[in-house]
């Protein structure tokens, strides 16, 4: 056998594990994988940590060393009889990626040596340009997942199911499940926006149709079966298919057979279905997604997190969208002021929302100097710090007279609320994000304030 390129580490908890890892180092070298003996203070890479069972000492162990599961580690335990404990999760958890027994089996070194392979083929292509130019992201949450996405577009055609909010980049996992799908003679991908089908010409949309099969069919038409005939479709937010449509879907992916619209021929696809959504279809409660469509769509599940559970990933998103926004041109530092903005903000349409607010500071940006703060569009600067300087004597006056007069405490509160309102309203020429922004409220209360105010003013009108 030729000698792999594979080289890892090899350590140990306990005394049976260290006779173990000695047994061990020969037949692995025998198997093609290049080890390194290391004491117990971890390493990078790669390894394989031998212990005599699942203890405390054993997943700090792999905690430390896998990085909290950022590196790959095998867990070798010397017996099966150790595999029967509850506590093996508890290494699983610690950030072991695989945990077995030496003698599970007569090949257990070329089942390490297979599983190196495998974690080293994903882990270059998680490396690779194509792949950290679509999916840009550096924490530890995010490189687990692209390992596991990338793992299931390479190594399997399984139907894949997106979740998560809006903005997340469900479209971009697609494209790159798709692009990394390695089927000879693969067909092109097919997007298809559920959202955007129309009830009346969804079979048409879907199957396609022949001439004249409804009033406007001048010509035959392909759907979106056919036309990922041999290739990927992509139905983004499937969970607004209509009961109806979903049963019709279920049917072509278990059977690959539809007819088109008007037409009694059965025709054949194949295709890999990856499917999209920000609802949770799982939820019993008031959800019409069927059970069946789910578990035949769902062959696997990944959970997009939001921006904000991936906020130490804004620094590299940043840098690469200013790159696209300004190609071919050195790239640009930010300011602190601006990068503390742009790493404390919310944002509500996650990495999208990001994208656009780089996009429109880049675009107020000139010269190859760092971006600063005049550079942040208005709207988005956070206000000022206030000090109390505006309650000056004209306040206090204004305030005595309307108690003198016999105004509640409620009326003085609401006529200075309205007053503010008006000011802020007038002061951002209209826009209700801005006079928000100014007051420190969300555009939504702000709106539901005017509106309350509006309201009563018209039945004061209408008591006259």
Known sequence: MARSVIKAWITFVGVRAEALSSEALGRLDEAGVSLTKTQRDGSSGPGLVFVDEPSAEACDLVRGASASGAERIVVVLPSAVELGSANMWRLVAAGASDVFAWDHSQTTAADVVARLERWRMV??????????????????????????????????????????????????????????????????????????????????????????????????????????????????????????????????????????????????????????????????????FRRDLYYRVAGWTFQLPSLRDRREDIPALVAHFLSKARPGEPPLEVDDPVRHLLLTRDYPGNVRDLRHLVLRIAAHHVGLGPITIGDVPTEERPAAERSDMWRDAAFDHAIGHAVGVGASLREITTAAAEAAIGFAVDEAGGNLRRAAARLGVTPRALQLRRAGRLDAVGENRGAV
């Open 123 to 288: 882990d270059e292509l998680v490396g690779s340009q194509r792949v950290r130019t679509t999916l840009v992201g550096e924490s530890a949450t995010w490189g687990r997942l692209l390992r596991e996405i990338v793992d299931v577009a390479r190594f399997t055609d399984a139907f894949v199911l997106l979740t998560g909010e809006s903005g997340t980049g469900k479209e971009l996992v697609a494209r790159l499940i798709h692009d990394l799908d390695p089927r000879a003679g693969k067909g092109d991908l097919v997007l298809l926006d559920c959202t955007t089908v129309v009830p009346s010409l969804s079979g048409s949309e879907f199957f396609g149709h022949e001439r004249g099969a409804f009033t406007g069919a001048v010509a035959a038409r392909e759907g979106a079966f056919a036309r990922a005939d041999g290739g990927t479709l992509f139905l983004d937010e499937v969970g607004e298919l209509p009961p109806g449509l979903q049963a019709e879907l279920l049917r072509v992916a278990q059977d690959g057979t539809y007819k088109r619209v008007g037409s009694d021929t059965w025709r054949r696809t194949r295709f890999r279905l990856i499917c999209a959504t920000n609802r949770n279809v799982t939820d019993g409660d008031g959800n019409d």
